[in-house]
T-cell receptor
Framework: DVKVTQSSRYLVKRTGEKVFLECVQDMDHENMFWYRQDPGLGLRLIYFSYDVKMKEKGDIPEGYSVSREKKERFSLILESASTNQTSMYLC??????????????FGAGSRLTVL | GQNIDQPTEMTATEGAIVQINCTYQTSGFNGLFWYQQHAGEAPTFLSYNVLDGLEEKGRFSSFLSRSKGYSYLLLKELQMKDSASYLCAVKDSNYQLIWGAGTKLIIKP
């Protein structure tokens, strides 16, 4: 069964802490994405990557950074967490060029609370 | 700006049929997706439409009209397990996905 695994389902952090969210996929997908999901809003893209060591900003990259050192792993980093980053974070992966019908496979999500 | 509109919540009865609408205004169009998301779980892919018309897949069907900027997801023979949020997403001219806020579907016995 293909999988996208997010390391932490629930995290509670304090304002100013550095936060790492890890995502691993076992499908040899080229493309990986980080979204945040908030009530009443559509998924918002934070960062994405089409290849190892490559990253592109999404719609809301401010306050976040990413790392993709290996094809299967895509990490989201909050350098200094703030309360407005309290959210559900979803990692996803897909294969193929973005022009195709490349279906996203999502992880179960990481719910982050920043106090 | 780009916009995807879906009803926030819908209620239907077990065994019935429900239609979830999605209207979109985007810069270009390169396909429309429907995903299902059970509470606390990952979204999972349901359907993809890039040409006008109806795509049927078991109890679920998805319709697209590009000229009207409109899609719907039709769920037949509703089961309690269909209680979930249904997310509509459109791929724009830059091949980026624009997501609707989702429709929470409540199934009653």
């Amino acid at each position: 069964d293909v999988k996208v695994t997010q390391s932490s389902r629930y995290l509670v952090k304090r304002t100013g802490e550095k936060v790492f969210l890890e995502c691993v996929q076992d499908m040899d997908h080229e493309n990986m994405f980080w979204y945040r999901q908030d009530p009443g809003l559509g998924l918002r893209l934070i960062y994405f990557s089409y290849d190892v060591k490559m990253k592109e900003k999404g719609d809301i990259p401010e306050g976040y950074s990413v790392s993709r050192e290996k094809k299967e792993r895509f990490s989201l980093i909050l350098e200094s967490a703030s309360t407005n980053q309290t959210s559900m974070y979803l990692c996803a992966s897909s294969s193929g060029h973005s022009s195709g019908a490349n279906v996203l496979t999502f992880g179960a999500g990481s719910r982050l609370t920043v106090l | 700006g780009q916009n995807i509109d879906q009803p926030t919540e819908m209620t239907a009865t077990e065994g019935a049929i429900v239609q979830i609408n999605c209207t979109y205004q985007t810069s270009g169009f390169n396909g429309l997706f429907w995903y299902q998301q059970h509470a606390g779980e990952a979204p999972t892919f349901l359907s993809y439409n890039v040409l006008d018309g109806l795509e049927e897949k078991g109890r679920f069907s998805s319709f697209l009209s590009r000229s009207k900027g409109y899609s719907y997801l039709l769920l037949k023979e509703l089961q309690m397990k269909d209680s979930a949020s249904y997310l509509c997403a459109v791929k724009d001219s830059n091949y980026q996905l624009i997501w609707g806020a989702g429709t929470k579907l409540i199934i009653k016995p």
